[in-house]
């Protein structure tokens, strides 16, 4: 079956770095887009960058500039590096697969999805 399994999360002070991971099983990684999500207490999921199945890139107003989404089709994997991370980037982080290859921020587009990482940014 379809799993995704996040990783690479932890705390951070404001302006470091993180990597997150997603290792994919169960489906032909190359063919869906992925995206990452967030979801930080009282709040709704949000879309933080996506990539499609041909490599084309999306990417909230919010983080872009500093978070890099990419993929690696022979592992698959796909990764969230985070740079110049703020406090309100402290959330949930979680991986999802698009139905199909194409992608959207939209988290009903996304019918897989893993169990999340925390991420926490301190100042």
């Known amino acids: 079956q379809v799993q995704l399994v996040e990783s690479g999360g932890g705390s951070v002070q404001a302006g470091g770095s993180l990597q997150l991971s997603c290792t994919a099983s169960?489906?032909?990684?190359?063919?869906?887009?992925m995206g990452w999500f967030r979801q930080a207490p009282g709040k709704e999921r949000e879309g933080v960058a996506h990539?499609?199945?041909?490599?084309?890139?999306i990417y909230d107003e919010s983080v872009k500039g500093r978070f890099t989404i990419s993929k690696a089709s022979a592992r698959n994997a796909l990764y969230l590096q985070m740079n110049s991370l703020k406090p309100e980037d402290t959330a949930v982080y979680y991986c999802?697969?698009?139905?199909?290859?194409?992608?959207?921020?939209?988290?009903?587009?996304?019918?897989?999805w893993g169990q999340g990482t925390q991420v926490t940014v301190s100042s």
């Open positions: 999802a697969r698009s139905a199909g290859g194409w992608v959207s921020r939209t988290p009903s587009d996304y019918i897989a």
């Open positions: 990539i499609t199945a041909s490599g084309g890139t």
């Open positions: 169960g489906f032909s990684f190359s063919s869906y887009g």
